[in-house]
């Protein structure tokens, strides 16, 4: 089992920036892909961006061009910048993490954009 512990979230003004943070708590953290997700109220939970093992970056098309996400293998640690916040990015963001045969999630951080 690897549990998975989100960060980060909060209130921040239109156009603001925020860091989650997404800690694994083994070591195999690092062997896997970890991925963020989020769900706003109504809606399904929708794929915002991914980091593979080996580095390799993937984003979803909602806030494509406004975050950057990486990860500090040391830290058993994947963090995701979002920067141009919106009001409609008002969501419960999700960590995730495959492995080869397993998969995890996190509890979610909440982040509020307000107008």
């Known amino acids: 089992q690897v549990q998975l512990e989100e960060s980060g979230g909060g209130l921040v003004q239109s156009g603001g920036s925020l860091r989650l943070s997404c800690v694994g708590s083994?070591?195999?953290?690092?062997?896997?892909?970890v991925g963020w997700y989020r769900q706003g109220s109504g809606n399904q939970r929708e794929f915002v961006a991914r980091?593979?093992?080996?580095?390799?970056?993937e984003f979803g098309d909602s806030m494509k061009g406004r975050l950057t996400i990486s990860r500090d293998n040391a830290r058993n640690t994947v963090y995701l910048d979002m920067n141009s916040l919106k009001p409609e990015d008002t969501a419960r963001y999700y960590c995730?993490?495959?492995?080869?045969?397993?998969?995890?999630w996190g509890q979610g951080t909440l982040v509020t954009v307000s107008s």
């Open positions: 995730n993490a495959r492995g080869f045969t397993e998969e995890y």
């Open positions: 083994r070591s195999i953290f690092r062997a896997m892909d």
């Open positions: 980091i593979t093992r080996s580095g390799i970056t």
